[in-house]
């Protein structure tokens, strides 16, 4: 257990002896809950890295399961799941990408940079990555190298929350107009956008009215739960 932000843990889940998980870049895992209930979590890590599974959990207001991880977990402890789930991966394809995380939304977007960086992918590729605070950022240094040794990427900060971005230097607003302002021709580029239900429903309908074609346009909304539900991307 690491803490990356405030209210960003990252998890590191060993696998029993000799067993391994085959899974997609930017694909997730259900947690089992006691009762049943499920939570998803995306893979945070290229699937071509050995070893333990690297989940990034935010702390949810209310969240039955982030709080438990964040109160009450610890070191050791046994959990269950189910995985891989889900269809937001990367397609083949010869066009720019244009990657829009929010807040933990940032997990599969690196599940996915990195194991384009391993398989030699060459495509432009730009993340643009909205937190509502500067410290809700994290692995900062490791999209410092990113940009550094990977000519084909490019990221963009950006923080939402005008009075707790008062000393921040960097871009503020809504990530997806930072976006819709430095491309706002989408034509011939390919999105991939993950965050919030909200951030999701807003950015879609915004970038398929700049050109956008349907077909390359990819999504992958969270769903925070705070009661109970059955609901595959919950907190």
């Known amino acids: 257990m690491e803490r990356l932000a405030p209210q960003v843990m990252r998890l590191w889940v060993a ?3 000799g067993e391994r998980i085959e ?13 049943g209930q499920r939570r998803a979590f995306s893979f945070a890590q ?24 964040f ?5 050791g402890d046994t959990l269950h799941f189910e995985a891989p789930l889900g269809r937001f991966t990367l ?3 010869e066009r720019p990408i244009l990657f829009i995380a929010g807040a933990t939304g940032f997990a599969p977007i690196k599940s996915i940079v990195e194991d384009a960086f391993h398989r030699g992918i060459q495509r432009p590729m730009h993340l643009y990555w909205g937190v509502r605070q500067p410290e809700d950022l994290y692995c900062l240094d490791l999209i410092e190298r990113w940009q550094r040794e990977h000519p084909n990427f490019k990221a963009e900060l950006i923080v939402s929350d005008e009075a707790a971005a008062a ?11 930072a976006m819709l302002a430095d491309f706002p021709d989408l034509r011939g580029h390919e999105v991939y956008v993950c965050g919030s239900v909200q951030m999701v429903n807003h950015a879609v309908p915004d970038f398929l009215a700049h050109g956008l074609a349907a077909d390359a346009c990819f999504s992958d909304a969270f769903h925070p739960a705070l009661a109970p539900t059955a609901d595959p991307r919950s907190a």
């Open 15 to 17: 696998l029993p002896a």
């Open 23 to 35: 899974f997609a870049a930017g694909q997730y895992l259900n947690i089992i809950l006691d009762d």
């Open 46 to 69: 290229a699937p071509q890295v050995e070893g333990a599974i690297e989940l990034h959990v935010r702390l949810i207001p209310g969240g039955r399961f982030t709080t438990h991880v």
């Open 71 to 75: 109160e009450a977990m610890k070191v």
């Open 91 to 93: 397609h083949a394809s």
């Open 167 to 177: 000393s921040w230097t960097g871009r503020k607003g809504l990530v997806h107009e």
